[in-house]
């Protein structure tokens, strides 16, 4: 099976549909389907937060999703089946999904490696924008993507 039959990526407005995407990924061959849905939160540092609105330039953000794919496909003791990526854009509510990475594998540990992988690096390295809409009618918030700074600063404003 090629790269390009076990790669699914889609950046759109829609609301994510979690069944439709694991009957993407599944396949006859995977004994494990791992998934990470990131939802709206609420609050942020005790502040009340009503949506978030991402932004980004589609072709460039599925460019990167697509090498951060391939590059799970290529590891992980080549035990990945398929892997299915989608990132809302747009205004995302409290409660709502803005990101379901669904990666299927023959054993449990390569997936749920692999999500983990996959998540962290998709933030870390895809140019899509969040801001942070708040419920006190406060400054409104461009957040970068800022994945492990507790390790790095405990400080750090994000």
């Known amino acids: 099976m090629s790269?390009?039959?076990?790669?699914?990526?889609?950046?759109?407005?829609?609301?994510?549909?979690?069944n439709h995407w694991y009957k993407i990924v599944s396949d006859d061959s995977s004994?494990?389907?791992?998934?990470?849905?990131?939802?709206?939160?609420n609050e942020f540092k005790?502040?009340?937060?009503e949506r978030l609105e991402y932004e980004t330039y589609k072709p460039m953000a599925i460019k990167e999703i697509e090498k951060i794919c391939k590059t799970v496909l290529n590891g992980f003791d080549s035990d990945i089946k398929k892997?299915?990526?989608?990132?809302?854009?747009?205004?995302?509510?409290?409660?709502?999904?803005?990101?379901?990475?669904?990666?299927?594998?023959?054993?449990?540990?390569?997936?749920?490696?692999?999500?983990?992988?996959?998540?962290d690096?998709?933030?870390?390295?895809?140019?899509?924008?969040?801001?942070e809409f708040y419920t006190d009618g406060s400054e409104?918030?461009?957040?970068?993507n800022c994945e492990s700074c507790h390790f790095n600063n405990n400080n750090h404003p994000h």
Do not use: M
């Open 46 to 49: 005790g502040k009340g937060v």
């Open 121 to 131: 690096t998709i933030k870390s390295t895809v140019p899509i924008w969040k801001k």
């Open 83 to 119: 892997i299915g990526v989608v990132h809302r854009i747009g205004n995302v509510p409290v409660g709502e999904s803005s990101i379901l990475i669904v990666i299927s594998s023959g054993h449990r540990k390569s997936s749920l490696e692999a999500v983990h992988y996959t998540i």
């Open 140 to 144: 409104n918030q461009w957040k970068g």
């Open 3 to 18: 790269e390009e039959s076990r790669i699914f990526i889609e950046v759109s407005e829609d609301i994510i549909d979690l």
């Open 31 to 41: 004994g494990a389907i791992s998934s990470f849905l990131g939802t709206t939160r």
